[in-house]
């Protein structure tokens, strides 16, 4: 296992270092079940203890009672911590499959956000700073260039991306240097390998996968839709629908076999392999896995240790090919829609 405050670092763009595995704080909002911030609190706190230091939010989680939430770990530990938040969804993002979500990315909005994260989070500056999805009425660049207004402003230090395309990325990358594309990247998610990651690693933007542990499926815990709480949102997605959840199961269950190879967790393995197609395709690259508790920030700290081999690297490749279902049911939400 790692020790603690050990945890490797590694660059994405811009001049940017984080650790190598970040922590994802939409877990500590209400999508995947009830949370409570006392427990919540102590995770974060363990994460940054074991040097897991890159802490990613969004104003739109909880309504913005997420940045709340960790602006109670900021108060102490500030400089330690890469703090990392977006703007841009308006609405609840449990209500996307229902087709009630929107995006906003005028120069106006970029600047109200901002500000409001700001009080929310109690801090002056945040470190890299994400469009969270793309406002198909605003131009990139004029998002981007309002982006790149905060940064001269000193409110924000490095400007992100999340679900673009190649050609936005591109788009963006003319107007201000980019540090990171986060989107879902995974065993069971690889559409961005197409085209997104390549361009990712063409222009020097490191890759920030979210859901690297296809939203707690490849961790071996969830075997049907039943055992998801009646509010988690991932029942509403395609891959937890009854026809294609036996076949994702199949997935699983190699990376279960793989686990046992490697006296290692599912969890440990997918973020391995993770490790493995980022340096494969030559991208920096920090996944953010969230959860509410604290031992599971150290077991997905203890990824880093797994070397699969390439026959396992093989398998878990071909499994991927099996996953039945797209990520979401409205693909315009994300790259793979608009590619």
Do not use: C
Not at 61 to 71: D, P, T, V
Not at 84 to 96: D, L, Q, S
Not at 223 to 231: C, E, I, K, R, V
Not at 306 to 315: I, N, S, Y
């Amino acid at each position: 296992m790692t020790g603690a405050n050990s945890a490797p670092t590694v660059e994405l763009g811009d001049q940017l270092s984080v650790s190598a595995i970040g922590f994802g704080g939409m877990a500590l909002t209400p999508v995947y079940g009830e949370v409570d911030d006392t427990e919540s609190l102590a995770t974060l706190h363990r994460a940054v203890d074991l040097g897991v230091t890159f802490i990613d939010t969004a104003n739109v989680y909880g309504g913005g009672a997420n940045e709340k939430l960790i602006s109670r770990l900021l108060a102490d530990r500030r400089d330690e911590v890469t703090l990392a938040t977006k703007f841009g969804i308006v609405g609840n993002p449990v209500n996307r499959a229902a087709g009630q979500l929107a995006a906003r990315g005028d120069a106006a909005y970029v600047r109200q956000s901002i500000d409001e994260s700001l009080q929310r989070l109690q801090t002056d500056v945040v470190d890299l700073y994400y469009m969270h999805r793309r406002d198909h009425d605003v131009p990139i660049e004029e998002t981007v260039g309002a982006m790149a207004e905060l940064v001269s402003a000193g409110k924000v230090r490095h400007l992100g991306l999340s679900e673009v395309t190649a050609d936005e990325l591109r788009a963006a990358v003319a107007v201000h240097p980019i540090a990171a594309v986060q989107s879902e990247w995974s065993i069971w998610s690889r559409d961005v390998e197409q085209n997104v990651v390549p361009a990712a690693a063409e222009l020097g933007v490191g890759f920030v996968p979210y859901s690297p542990l296809g939203r707690g499926f490849l961790t071996g815990t969830i075997q049907s839709a039943a055992d998801l709480p009646s509010t988690d949102f991932r029942r509403k997605l395609p891959r937890y629908a009854e026809g294609a959840l036996d076949a994702n199961l199949a997935v699983v269950e190699i990376v279960k076999a793989i686990a046992a190879q490697q006296d290692a967790t599912p969890a440990q393995v997918a973020l391995a392999w993770l490790r493995y197609r980022a340096d494969a395709l030559g991208v920096g690259s920090s996944p953010i896995p969230g959860t509410r508790r604290a031992a599971r920030v150290e077991e997905n700290l203890g990824s880093i240790d797994v070397v699969l081999t390439p026959e396992q690297l093989d398998t878990l490749n071909a499994a991927a090919a099996s996953v039945s279902g797209n990520r979401f049911g409205d693909l315009s939400w994300v790259s793979a829609g608009r590619e």
